[in-house]
């Protein structure tokens, strides 16, 4: 997998981790509510804003002050709003995931104290409490992995579009400046209906510009020059992805696309056929 692929694959990644942090604030902003309301709580939140909206409900219960209620609830929507810059500008510095990963370090931190202090008392109530903050915290940790990577790969300053691109239907385009290619080949990638990913959609690139959609049972054409390219398949997420080198010739390609799923992980499986059509 090239340079280009592996960058569309990080950018792919980080920007599916970096949904946690919106996820995690959401729910952080329903936890306020509900305490109130249902007197239950999500999960994927943030400890330290659960505690203060359920300091301001017992406040309430004891004392009958709507009042000191609202103010620690307003406290803990104040609390979240570190959370909402982090995931604003993070969209363009994946600095900013870092401070995020490590404010919910410290929220993780004062979970695990009072996590300790449970089991200590022979209380296992916090178990899921804690599986779900440390499963949350890994997703921000792999936002900053992909995050940082992205941003210390060299941008090359000249990227052009592939030459000679174009997908079933459309006229090929022409190439960069006056240069056009002499000879053109199609390239077919053909992925039959399956049951297996039915739902997933693969981006195709060709020498890391996206040029089609691959959906479920169908089959995507390109028009490119008889050059050495290099086509890529990812579905959303980036996690899976797979490239494949098409040799510089004039003669045109079939690729047969499927997925593979294990237990631990799924792959795609890309396999050169002879051309489906040929009597």
């Not at 307003?74 to 490590?102: E, N, Q």
């Not at 993780?108 to 499963?135: C, E, N, P, R």
């Not at 400046?177 to 053909?190: K, M």
């Not at 992925?191 to 297996?196: D, G, Q, S, V």
Request: glycine share 6%; proline share 4%; with cysteine.
């Amino acid at each position: 997998m090239n340079n280009n692929m592996m960058q569309i694959q990080r950018e792919a990644k980080y920007k599916s981790a970096r949904t946690s942090l919106i996820i995690i604030l959401a729910a952080s902003v329903i936890n306020i509510f509900s305490i109130a309301f249902a007197d239950s709580y999500f999960l994927f939140s943030s400890y330290f804003t659960t505690l203060l909206a359920a300091l301001g409900a017992t406040l309430y219960v004891e004392t009958g002050s709507m009042a000191l209620f609202v103010v620690f609830a307003l406290l803990a929507l104040v609390s979240l709003v570190p959370y909402l810059l982090c995931f604003i500008f993070s969209k363009k510095h994946p600095g900013w995931m870092i401070a995020a990963l490590v404010l919910f370090s410290l929220d993780t931190l004062l979970l695990l104290l009072d996590f300790v202090a449970a089991l200590l008392i022979g209380d296992f109530g916090m178990i899921i409490d804690m599986a779900f903050h440390v499963y949350a915290l890994v997703c921000l940790a792999i936002a900053v992995k992909h995050g940082m990577a992205s941003r210390k790969t060299p941008q090359p300053e000249n990227v052009p579009a592939a030459p000679l691109v174009a997908t079933e239907g459309e006229a090929p385009a022409e190439g960069v400046g006056e240069e056009v290619a002499v000879s053109t080949r199609r390239i077919y990638l053909h992925r039959k209906n399956a049951l297996t990913g039915f739902a997933l959609q693969y981006n195709c690139y060709i020498d890391g510009v996206q040029i089609d959609v691959l959906k479920n049972g169908n089959t995507v054409g390109i028009t490119t020059s008889s050059a050495a390219h290099e086509v890529g398949i990812m579905a959303p997420g980036g996690e899976i992805a797979v490239s494949i080198a098409i040799p510089a010739d004039e003669a045109d390609h079939h690729y047969s696309v499927r997925l593979k799923s294990g237990a631990f992980q799924a792959k795609l499986i890309v396999e050169e056929i002879p051309d489906p059509n040929a009597q």
